[in-house]
């Protein structure tokens, strides 16, 4: 069943997979992001009620989806890590990390950018909110563990014991904190947002919502997918297939 | 009297070694009693911050009482987290844990249930005295002493996986809680809703069958995370 995925723990061969897929995903994600932007931004019709300052939407949605989208494509890295013992994955693993996180970081700030003209304020302790800070420590953690070992297989490994540990996690915060939400009296502003998310959206935003949410994955994907390769020659910089890749003639080193 | 040395050792019981590893561990403790003080002093003097920074009317006091000890709680296990595994890292007996022929969860778990006792049976014993100290309602003071008592087993359970990843680096502290802080939120949310459902006149059944969930499940399932991340640390 994982036949296919053994000739991967080379990173010789991810490489090369990786690199004859990149195309396929960059070209499509800057189409996309283009038409998303394009359409979200002029083309769709200002909303009734929130005016053109709702357009953040369609940067703040993917965003905030692809967010939790990859924290679990990690913790897949790192059991693939764990559990196989893929090298690979590790890297990875590493690979994804600070893209997620940074995405967590856009979906929190354009977040508080939005909800300063709706709500009048940047901050609320409304259940997403409190959610997706939380997942952005997460995120954190993961990093900040690989970082502090000095052996870089090692920290990989520490990291994706606690990629999982999160991930079993995640669900159990989520739903705690959206419950300790609505245990606690709201805000007249929480009261607010909640009711806002209320009536389903129009189609004329829907569409460019949709194309936004596949290119903010494919734009991410081509993100992970640079970190990856480069990360990959990084290590096998003495092997003579990456000297090949390079350019760089390979000396044959006699020792008479 | 010459006992025959070889060949009559029985195979060790997993049981016996699990006893084992509690008394010893329980004795190594009670020769470093300062270990065990600090953090539950620690606890009390943040307690005693709190009215100073807030003000000590009685009413915001009672109001907040919950979540400030569940807090401070938190912090205080933060700081003697390390000695579950640090010094057995250090002299080597980690090692030499990992290589019993015994199931590794099986010592892990007796070190999580040793933690427990010296960390947080004091904790439950100067309860009375924090409620006290932060004017918490009486009739609430039952549930908070049992959020603490069915909720500190997940401290000491996720925090083995925290210190067993960190135990080889000499920067554990901070690091620490900043793998394990994010993790414990649903713990001190159902704690913190438990004590206020109390205080509102409902049935706090719900958080504390919640907390139970998730202390079991942290217990059953901490030991094996723990083992992967000895394996990463120990090497």
């Known amino acids: 069943m994982w036949q296919w995925l053994h000739p991967y723990a080379k990173p010789e061969a991810t490489f090369h997979l990786v690199q004859k897929l990149l195309p396929w995903f960059l070209i499509p994600g800057l189409i996309l992001s283009a038409v998303a932007l394009i359409?979200?931004?002029?083309?769709?019709?200002?909303?009734?009620?929130?005016?053109?300052?709702?357009?953040?939407?369609?940067?703040?949605?993917?965003?905030?989806?692809w967010s939790m989208g990859f924290y679990v494509a990690m913790a897949i890295a790192g059991l693939l890590a764990l559990v196989w013992?893929?090298?690979?994955?590790?890297?990875?693993?590493?690979?994804?990390?600070?893209?997620?996180a940074v995405l967590t970081f856009i979906s929190l700030f354009t977040g508080a950018l939005w909800g300063q003209p709706m709500w009048g304020t940047w901050w609320v302790w409304d259940a997403r909110l409190t959610a997706q800070l939380i997942l952005l420590f997460l995120y954190m953690g993961v990093m900040a563990l690989y970082i502090a070992f000095e052996d870089e297989r090692a920290g990989a490994k520490a990291a994706s014991i606690l990629a999982l540990v999160g991930v079993i996690n995640i669900p159990i915060i989520h739903y705690s904190v959206y419950w300790w939400n609505t245990l606690h009296q709201q805000s007249t502003v929480t009261r607010a947002i909640t009711r806002l998310e209320a009536p389903s959206i129009a189609p004329e935003m829907l569409y460019p919502l949709l194309v936004s949410i596949v290119a903010m994955m494919l734009v991410s994907a081509v993100l992970v997918m640079k970190r990856?390769?480069?990360?990959?020659?990084?290590r096998e910089i003495h092997r003579?297939?990456?000297?090949?890749?390079l350019g760089i003639p390979v000396v044959q080193r006699n020792e008479e | 009297m010459s006992k025959p040395t070889q060949s009559t050792r029985k195979p060790v019981a997993s049981g016996q070694i699990f006893r084992q590893i509690i008394r010893r561990d329980l004795r190594v403790a009670m020769r470093q009693r300062s270990d065990l003080l600090n953090p539950l002093i620690f606890l009390l003097i943040v307690i005693t911050l709190f009215p100073l920074g807030v003000g000590p009317g009685p009413d915001i006091l009672g109001r907040i009482a919950a979540g400030v000890?569940?807090?401070?709680a938190l912090l205080s296990a933060m700081l003697g987290l390390e000695r579950i595994f640090r010094d057995?890292?250090?002299?080597?007996?980690?090692e030499q844990l990992m290589l019993l022929p015994v199931a590794v969860e099986f010592s892990v778990l007796a070190k999580i249930i040793v933690h427990w006792l010296l960390t947080a049976v004091p904790v439950l014993i100067i309860t009375p005295l924090l409620a006290l100290l932060l004017n918490l309602p009486i009739q609430a003071w039952g549930v908070l002493w049992l959020t603490l008592l069915i909720g500190t087993p997940i401290l000491s359970a996720a925090g083995a996986i925290g210190v067993a990843l960190t135990v080889s680096l000499n920067k554990?502290?901070?690091?620490?809680?900043?793998?394990?802080?994010p993790l414990l939120v649903p713990l001190l949310?159902?704690?913190?809703?438990?004590?206020?459902?109390?205080?509102?006149?409902?049935?706090?059944?719900?958080?504390?069958?919640?907390?139970?969930?998730?202390?079991?499940?942290s217990v059953t399932l901490a030991p094996f995370a723990v083992k992967a991340g000895l394996r990463v640390s120990v090497n």
């Open chain 2, 88 to 94: 057995d890292f250090r002299d080597g007996a980690l």
């Open chain 1, 228 to 234: 990856l390769n480069n990360e990959i020659l990084r």
């Open chain 1, 39 to 65: 359409w979200g931004l002029a083309i769709a019709p200002p909303d009734y009620q929130q005016g053109e300052s709702y357009r953040i939407i369609f940067v703040h949605v993917p965003a905030a989806m």
């Open chain 1, 85 to 100: 013992q893929i090298r690979t994955a590790e890297l990875a693993l590493l690979a994804i990390a600070p893209v997620g």
């Open chain 2, 172 to 181: 554990g502290g901070a690091l620490l809680s900043l793998l394990l802080l």
């Open chain 2, 69 to 72: 000890i569940w807090v401070s």
């Open chain 2, 189 to 217: 949310i159902f704690a913190t809703a438990a004590v206020e459902a109390t205080l509102a006149g409902v049935s706090p059944a719900g958080p504390l069958a919640l907390i139970g969930a998730f202390s079991v499940l």
């Open chain 1, 240 to 245: 003579p297939w990456a000297l090949t890749y």
